[in-house]
């Protein structure tokens, strides 16, 4: 028997786009126009072409529902492939991708294998209420469960905001990826090594100008 014959398995590429919106955590739902699953909300996703690498694959899908390719965080999450049955049609393994990107520099679009394109609350779309499509609520409750990690011990919240912000808006992002309120105080002295003052002001309604930082050079990337 030829060690080399083996059945034919399809590869794809998941993509979970998020941002921050309305102060909360989303992630762009697009509304399935195709069997399987027809109808249903699901994550946006290509199949990896023969010749094509994966993050050729991951990067494709990306600029299809965003335009956005560059200068943005991108990271590998997980590979799903364990339930032999996750997709009707044949054996698929996908790896999943999560990208973030501040609200303001999305404009998402719908292709033709979708009627929707939506962002959603993360925590809305995992409650009971909300079937999707394969095993895509898995990867959305995998991925929040990897940025509120990354949120305790790496910069990854800055990739939610423009490049210079205010403190009180810094403190906005960790509160939404970690879910808890923070002591002011406490906040600022934790991040103080990691933002340096541009020596700008930013003065919002009728509260007092609040200075305008920006990640520190040392900590970007």
């Given amino acids: 028997m030829d ?6 398995i399809a590869v794809a590429v998941d993509f979970l786009i998020m941002t921050i919106e309305d102060d909360k955590l989303k ?17 946006p996703g290509v199949a990896v072409a023969e010749e094509e690498t994966l993050s050729h694959a991951a990067r494709r899908c ?7 390719t560059e200068n943005i965080y991108l990271e590998q999450l997980y590979t799903w492939g364990d339930d032999c049955r996750r997709d009707p049609r044949n054996r698929v393994i996908s790896v999943s991708y999560m990208a973030l990107i ?9 292709g033709k294998r979708v009627t929707e394109v939506l962002f959603m609350d993360v925590t809305e779309i995992l409650s009971e209420q909300y079937k999707l499509a394969f095993d895509h609520k898995e990867m959305i409750a995998y991925g929040r469960e990897r ?5 305790e011990y790496t910069t990854i919240a ?20 970690l879910g808890k309120n923070l002591f002011k105080a406490n906040f ?15 003065k919002v309604g009728a509260h007092r100008p609040s200075k305008i930082y920006r990640r520190a050079e040392d900590f970007k990337g």
């Fill in 3 to 8: 060690a080399f014959r083996h059945e034919k």
């Fill in 27 to 43: 992630v762009l739902m697009v509304r399935r126009n195709e069997e399987p699953f027809k109808g249903a909300l699901a994550l």
């Fill in 62 to 68: 990306l600029e299809e529902e965003t335009g956005i």
């Fill in 102 to 110: 501040p609200r303001e520099l999305l404009a998402e679009s719908i």
């Fill in 147 to 151: 940025i509120q990690n990354k949120t």
């Fill in 158 to 177: 800055f990739h939610f905001l423009p490049e210079e912000f205010t403190l009180p808006e810094l403190q906005k992002i960790y509160e939404i990826l």
């Fill in 188 to 202: 600022r002295k934790s991040i103080q090594d990691i933002v340096e003052d541009t020596g700008k002001m930013k």
